[in-house]
């Protein structure tokens, strides 16, 4: 994807030919938990991953970073909370766009686009973050796994829901062990509430 495509700079004054582009491999560890940002970066190809581990030294993958998404930006106002919460690892050679928070408010503050752009990406991310607190509330893998296909039903608009992802990266999503995820998704097959292969699971009632 191309710097000019992404949806913070639609319709903005902005020289993104003074933004610096970095080429990193896969598995690169681009940043360490606790690290503090003092960047907003902007994925133009691959796929950063936040991973933090637990006591137990088992590892969940908190969030995805896509292309076209930012990261840095809800750390960027604050002086108190200003750390990544995982590790950013690099998902297959990725490219990266970095902007230093320095001068990335200088455009904020300079351009009004950028700044409704911002907020309304900001807005989106409040809403996942929000998902994300409520689907960890649930109370049982089962629960997770609903509550998860009903998520997608209503973004995907019909019952066979594409995962797009492995089992293994559906299991990092839900907060829960692949094996469990294998042992739940099997025993909803069995009680006729879902089927499912490799790409997609079908919700039957």
């Given at each position: 994807?191309?710097?000019?495509?992404?949806?913070l700079?639609?319709?903005?004054?902005?020289?993104?030919?003074?933004i610096?582009?970095?080429?990193?491999?896969?598995?690169?560890?681009?940043?360490?938990?606790?690290?503090?940002?003092?960047?907003i970066?902007?994925?133009?190809?691959?796929?950063?991953?936040?991973?933090?581990?637990?006591?137990?030294?088992?590892?969940?993958?908190?969030?995805?970073?896509?292309?076209?998404?930012?990261?840095?930006?809800?750390?960027?106002?604050?002086?108190?909370?200003?750390?990544?919460?995982g590790?950013?690892?690099?998902?297959?050679?990725?490219?990266?766009?970095?902007?230093?928070?320095?001068?990335?408010?200088?455009?904020?503050?300079?351009?009004?686009?950028?700044?409704?752009?911002?907020?309304?990406?900001?807005?989106?991310?409040?809403?996942?973050?929000?998902?994300?607190?409520?689907?960890?509330?649930?109370?049982?893998?089962?629960?997770?796994?609903?509550?998860?296909?009903?998520?997608?039903?209503?973004?995907?608009?019909t019952?066979?829901?594409?995962?797009?992802?492995?089992?293994?990266?559906l299991?990092?999503?839900?907060?829960?062990?692949?094996?469990?995820?294998?042992?739940?998704?099997?025993?909803?097959?069995?009680?006729?509430?879902?089927?499912?292969?490799?790409?997609?699971?079908?919700?039957k009632?």
């Open positions: 994807m191309r710097l000019k495509d992404c949806q700079f639609k319709n903005t004054r902005v020289d993104i030919n003074r610096e582009i970095y080429d990193y491999p896969n598995n690169y560890t681009f940043a360490m938990e606790s690290d503090i940002s003092n960047y970066g902007i994925v133009l190809e691959g796929k950063i991953l936040i991973k933090t581990y637990t006591l137990g030294g088992n590892n969940f993958t908190l969030n995805s970073i896509e292309e076209g998404q930012i990261f840095g930006d809800i750390l960027i106002f604050s002086e108190t909370h200003n750390t990544f919460p590790a950013l690892i690099t998902q297959g050679k990725t490219k990266v766009a970095l902007i230093s928070n320095k001068v990335f408010k200088k455009f904020l503050f300079n351009d009004n686009d950028l700044l409704k752009n911002f907020l309304r990406l900001l807005s989106d991310k409040s809403y996942a973050l929000n998902y994300k607190s409520r689907l960890l509330s649930q109370d049982t893998v089962r629960d997770k796994i609903l509550f998860y296909l009903f998520h997608q039903r209503r973004i995907q608009g019952n066979i829901i594409k995962l797009n992802m492995t089992k293994e990266e299991a990092n999503q839900l907060f829960v062990q692949r094996p469990s995820l294998s042992r739940e998704l099997a025993k909803m097959k069995k009680d006729k509430l879902i089927d499912y292969d490799r790409y997609t699971i079908t919700l009632k």
